[in-house]
Structure formats: C-alpha cells, structure tokens
C-alpha cells in the first residue's frame, strides 16, 4: 500500500499549479476517499489540503524569491484568485507578505515533499484479532477534548474525575457485551489528528442495541454493525497506549488487507497512575480490501 501512497504524493506534485482532487488520489492509492484522508493524516501529522497548501506555498515562495515572475502571475499560477488572497495564504505560511519577501530577500519556510515508507522494528509484535459485530449502543458521559499525543491528556483526566464513582458505577451496570465494563471512546470530528484538535470523547460502555432502555441522562451512540480490529498491548500508562495508536496507523494498516471505515476508536484500560503498567485492549473500525 505504502507504494500507492507514494504515486499519490507523486500526483500531488503534478498537479500543484491546478486542482488537486482527493477522489481522485483516492483512487491512486487504491482505497476510498475517507480512507485516504485518514490515513495521510496519521501518517503525516497533518491533513490533506494542509499539505497541500504548505507544498503549493513552498513553490510560490521559491518563485518569489526568484523575482521572474510577477506577484499577480505567481498568484493565479497557484490558484489563486486575487493578489490578496494570496498575499494572505503566503503570510499564513511564512510569516510574511510575498511583496516584502521579494524586497528584502527574506527566509521563507519550506514544506519538504513527503513520501512514506514502512519502518520495522524487529522486537515489536502487534496482537490483534478482527471481531464482526452486530448494531450496538455506547452509553455514557460525552465531551468535547483536544487530541494530546504523549503524556496524560488533562482535559480527560479532569472530564473522568468530573464524572465521579457513583456516575460512573451506574454507567457500568450497562454493559452488556465486550468490550466489557467501562471503556474510552474517542470519534474524530475531522480528518487531521494534530495535537489539539478537538475531538468527542465518551466515558461509556458497550450496550447491545435492543438490551435494557438507557437512563435520560446518559448520552447515547448507536453503532452500526461493522468489522473491528482489535489490538492488545501492555505497558507503562499512558505512553504504551499512545505507541499502540501510532503503530496502528503507521504500521499495521499499511502492511495488512484493511482500511479504515467511519466510527469511533474503542478503549478498554483500567484506571491507572501514569507509569504504571496496564494492559489495554484498542477496538479500531476497519473494513477489508481487496488484495
């Protein structure tokens, strides 16, 4: 798959100077538009058009630079419509307008072109299994959280402790099916996965979709039925867990017949001090491609 990546990097450079269509990248790396995003974002640690955009303004800064052309040329060559808009989009990037660079002979920033390559690491197994399950219901407490990459992610600890052992005892008695008990469910709310961005994130359990009526207020999501990849890992807490997600992305789906498919990101850990060794179990909704 790694491959397929790249030719899609490779069509992205082509097309810098007009539209760069994610169908259309999709279909070069042989797997669905979501996908594709989702995918680059873990990759590369920023999203698409993101890309693109740095790329498309690392271009027009060279040429700039390059005093060839004029402002306006170098504008619509890129694909904007007014020396505004992109006088805007290249202080966004750099720091500083095209005008003044071109004068002063300014140090811009340069987004490198990417491409992607499997690294392995030969003291590294990933245990999984893949799960069919039928339709089924997360029940619990909701909120809105930023991603944090490493260390403990503050706003969820305070969210958990909000909550209390009473709440979270009452949530418990729901659960009906693995993942048992009381499990972290994160959804992205988009398709970049760079630190900060926001995400929905309950403290829940898995209830199947005709068991017992749901208290009015706990939050509810319903799941449709769906193929699950799930990970087991054990380690220090929480920087085993976060390995696990980024092995999962970088290595695991692009070395297996699986892609990812729209629903939420499964957590079954026990409460534990950051350090301390746990062992976690991490539900992922994938779907199988062709081989």
């Known amino acids: 798959m790694l491959e397929q990546l790249n030719r899609a990097l490779d069509h992205i450079e ?3 100077h007009g539209d760069v269509d994610a169908a259309e990248l999709a279909r070069i790396a042989m797997t669905s538009e979501y996908h594709f995003r989702r995918m680059f974002s873990a990759l590369a640690g920023i999203p698409l058009s993101e890309y693109v955009r740095r790329r498309r303004l690392t271009v027009a800064g ?7 052309r004029t402002l306006l040329d170098i504008a619509v060559r890129h694909g904007y419509t007014s020396a505004e808009a992109f006088g805007r989009a290249f202080r966004a990037v750099h720091g500083i307008g095209p005008g003044e ?18 690294v392995i690491e030969g003291s590294t197994t990933m ?3 893949i799960v069919e399950k039928a339709e089924f219901r997360i029940a619990g407490r909701k909120t809105r959280v930023p991603l944090v990459h490493e260390g403990v992610n503050p706003a969820i600890l305070s969210f958990v402790e909000a909550v209390g052992p009473q709440l979270a005892e009452r949530i418990s008695g729901l659960s009906d099916q693995e993942p048992a008990g009381i499990v972290s469910v994160t959804e992205h709310l988009g398709d970049s996965r760079e630190e900060g961005v926001e995400l929905d994130y309950h403290l829940a359990v898995v209830t199947g979709a005709g068991a017992a009526e749901i208290p009015e207020d706990l939050d509810v999501r319903v799941v449709p039925a769906g193929t699950w990849a799930v990970f087991a890992n054990t380690g220090p807490f929480p920087q085993a867990l976060q390995s696990l997600w980024r092995d999962v992305y970088t290595q695991w789906l692009p070395s297996n017949p699986y892609a990812l498919r729209p629903g939420p990101e499964i957590l079954r850990a026990p409460r534990s001090v950051e350090g301390a060794d746990v062992t976690t179990e991490l539900w992922i909704p994938v779907e199988r491609t062709a081989v």
Not at 62 to 68: C, T
Not at 101 to 118: D, I, K, W, Y
């Open 14 to 16: 082509d097309r810098l």
């Open 62 to 68: 060279a040429e700039v630079l390059a005093g060839e």
């Open 101 to 118: 660079a071109r004068r002063t002979g300014a140090v811009l920033r340069a987004q490198p072109r990417m491409s992607f390559r499997l």
């Open 127 to 129: 245990q999984y299994r």
